[in-house]
């Protein structure tokens, strides 16, 4: 039996999280006003760059 506890989840591919970001900004667009948008697209800039930044270093780690 082959243990799967160390084994990574599949990472979706870098069209499909710029397809998501650009979803979540026209959904704050269409159904927030200029204050929401404006503050959610700074909290979803953020979060996709943090999670950008944390797969990147990831990925840099495993090959050192």
């Known amino acids: 039996m082959s243990d799967h506890s160390t084994a990574r989840p599949a990472e979706l591919p870098i069209w499909v999280n710029v397809g998501i970001y650009i979803l979540l900004l026209i959904v ?3 159904f927030g006003d200029l204050l929401v948008f ?3 697209f700074l909290a979803v800039t953020i979060s996709f760059v943090a ?3 944390a797969r990147s ?3 840099h780690d495993a090959h050192h």
Request: glycine content about 16%; proline content about 0%; charged content about 0%.
């Open 51 to 53: 999670y950008f930044n």
């Open 38 to 40: 404006i503050l959610g």
């Open 57 to 59: 270093n990831g990925h």
């Open 28 to 30: 704050l667009a269409v």
